[in-house]
């Protein structure tokens, strides 16, 4: 059974080795459903594998769609959206914990829907280094294409008021909670 909306969620990601990569403090859940997980946090703090701490500058809507090999970050700015998506597995909620193998690209989205994919050196290395599976290596390149067509396409979390709609309803669950 999933938390209810207004818990605190802890979010803690690893590498395929099951090394932890980073763990984000406190995210309020603001709806959970078969299909997905949507929470928001703003100023969170956040844990590196190294024991380096940092807090997040703006306020944060997560989305972890169920048995997608991808998530996102969308981060509201002054000047606009901007969208930090994670290729890894499918997410678990066990609990107040959902956890999730981080399989190195991201992709960063902007303002205008242009994006810039990070750290394919990252994942060539760590498949090997780590023996990413031929399935997995395939998985992670299908979740990218995917996650450019949904940009392209403005699906999901790229749909026009998708973001600005689940901010506001983060306002609202949270104030219940203070």
């Given amino acids: 059974m999933s938390p209810a909306p207004g818990s605190i969620i802890r979010i803690e990601s690893f590498k395929h080795d099951h090394s932890l990569h980073r763990i984000w403090d406190k995210t309020t859940l603001i709806h959970s459903s078969d299909a997905v997980v949507i929470g928001g946090n703003d ?58 193998i981080d ?20 994942f060539l290395l760590h498949s090997k280094q780590m023996n990413y599976p031929p399935f997995v290596v395939e998985r992670v390149q299908t979740a990218l294409r995917e996650v450019l067509d949904w940009v392209r396409l403005r699906r999901g979390p790229f749909q026009n008021g998708f973001v600005q709609r689940w901010y506001e309803r983060y306002l609202l669950v949270r104030e219940d909670e203070e």
């Fill in 43 to 100: 100023r969170v703090k956040v844990t590196e594998a190294d024991g380096r701490e940092w807090r997040t500058r703006e306020p944060a809507i997560c989305t972890f769609g169920r048995g997608q090999w991808f998530n996102t970050i969308a981060m509201i700015r002054d000047d606009g959206i901007y969208y930090y998506c994670n290729i890894g597995s499918p997410f678990s909620l066990k609990g107040n914990l959902l956890s999730y």
């Fill in 103 to 122: 399989y190195d690209l991201d992709v960063k989205v902007f303002p205008d829907m242009t994006y810039t994919i990070l750290d394919e050196e990252e």
